[in-house]
């Protein structure tokens, strides 16, 4: 018996102490938060900014069907609608060169209390403008 306690307290010493187990798990679940999070805003910039470029146009879509639907009946409310939803649309090079034609036209039907029918020059560059932003849109 003595020789079995000898052998089981050699092997009892020669028992290591518990090792220390590196654990990063703190990390990770807040890398991986972290990581969750930016994917979120970034999914959330795009539907944002996607959302922004589409009433951008349904903008310019409305603008042009505000020119559309000008009455040329009365000249002088007409100049000033016209001049107001052109300006709004003329967004790019061709648009405001013609608006930049356009406007002098409508100027002399605005400030006066009695203005005559607007003349047909007039309207055929409204309509050439209309006609402009109605393919760029």
């Known amino acids: 018996m003595a020789l079995a306690e000898n052998n089981v307290s050699a092997q009892l010493r020669d028992i290591k102490p518990l ?9 990770i679940y807040w890398g991986l938060i972290g990581f969750g999070v930016l994917l979120l805003l970034g999914v959330l910039f795009f539907v944002v900014k ?27 409310h007409s100049a000033y609608e016209a001049t107001h939803y052109a300006r709004l649309l003329a967004t790019d090079e061709r648009k405001k060169e ?11 039907y605005k400030y006066k209390k009695e203005v ?22």
């Not at 090792?19 to 990390?27: A, N, T, V």
């Not at 959302?51 to 146009?57: A, D, Y």
């Open 19 to 27: 090792l220390e187990i590196p654990d990063s798990s703190f990390y």
């Open 50 to 76: 996607k959302l922004w470029e589409n009433r951008k146009i349904n903008l310019a879509k409305g603008y042009l069907e505000k020119l559309k639907a000008i009455d040329w009946k009365d000249a002088k």
């Open 116 to 137: 005559d029918e607007v003349d047909i020059d007039t309207k055929n560059k409204f309509n050439l403008f209309v006609q402009v932003a109605d393919e760029s849109i």
């Open 98 to 108: 013609l608006f930049s034609q356009l406007e002098p036209m409508l100027e002399k």
